[in-house]
């Protein structure tokens, strides 16, 4: 199987295209993996229901038992809970940073640790989650899985 | 994660006191220093072994909490247990006159080297992980 990589200016969003005549082991491999990364999460927000594709989501956050979703410059309200969040998609890049928050490490900028061993997590739409020292080995087992997966 | 559990808790105890001891008898090797106290000290560096285990598992429950006060309150609590410890045995065997010196100075210099440790070791995952950061975003 090969893998053309093209460049466009201009393209409104990034997508891919399969070409095949059969879909091969190696093929079927590839799209299970991409499966779960190019899922949509259905959620609402004022009153509307909506889907969001589930790499725009930046992080959840649950408030007064509700789970939230946010994106670059929006906030959806979703049924799933955090933990069937992680249990559904941490394949992809969400991993739990603290009781209350889930984010997408796709989605970082970059981390900065306080003198009391908190790290700060800036995300790429510049607003900043925190994470607890008790989920670090968590989120750096995540983190050096992703990159493990970057390098295959 | 619990990093010391029910599982591991003697074995960290046994390498501990292991490291220790030998530290001490190199210490005397090369010193060329006797110590009369030999058994009664063995046996404190196995309760030190003990304790600073036992307190350094807390960490896992105290993960809510702010980490400096966190560090000098667990120092504390073990200095603390460790001068009761030395003042209890002085009811019934006679103490150096410089035990309580001796092992503030045993206790801190390993204490302040692994917190040093564990602070930088912070610090470069995260600049190990914004490392990754970068190249995910060369990559996109």
């Given amino acids: ?152 | 994660m619990k990093i010391i559990n029910r599982n591991n808790f003697i074995s960290i105890v046994c390498v501990s006191f292991t490291l220790i001891v030998c530290g001490k008898l190199l210490f005397e090797k090369a010193t060329g220093f006797t110590d009369i106290y030999y058994t009664e000290n063995i046996f404190m560096c196995l309760g030190i072994s003990v304790l600073a285990t036992a307190i350094l598992a807390l960490h896992y429950y105290l993960q809510h909490l702010p980490f400096v006060p966190v560090v000098i309150g667990q120092y504390l609590l073990l200095l603390a247990v460790i001068f009761g410890g030395i003042w209890t045995l002085g009811h019934f065997t006679e103490n150096a006159p410089s035990a309580y010196r001796d092992m503030f100075i045993s206790v801190s210099i390993p204490y302040v080297i692994g917190a040093i440790v564990y602070y930088a070791s912070f610090f470069m995952q995260i600049k190990k992980a914004n490392e990754v950061f970068m190249n995910l975003d060369q990559n996109e």
């Fill in chain 1, 1 to 152: 199987m090969r893998f053309i990589k093209t460049r466009e200016e201009d393209l409104e969003e990034n997508y891919l295209e399969l070409h095949y005549d059969e879909i091969d082991e190696e093929t079927a491999a590839v799209l299970e993996r991409l499966r779960p990364a190019l899922k949509y999460i259905e959620g609402t927000t004022d009153g509307k229901r909506l889907t969001v594709p589930l790499a725009d989501m930046y992080y959840f956050e649950t408030v007064d038992r509700k789970t939230f979703g946010y994106t670059k410059n929006s906030c959806v309200e979703v049924k799933e809970t955090l933990q069937g969040i992680i249990d559904e998609y941490e394949k992809v890049g969400f991993v739990r940073i603290s009781k209350s928050a889930v984010v997408n490490l796709y989605k970082i900028k970059k981390l900065q640790g306080d003198l009391n061993m908190r790290t700060l997590i800036f995300l790429k739409n510049d607003e900043c989650l925190v994470m607890n020292r008790g989920y670090r080995a968590e989120f750096y087992a995540a983190l050096n899985k992703l990159q493990g997966r970057k390098k295959a």
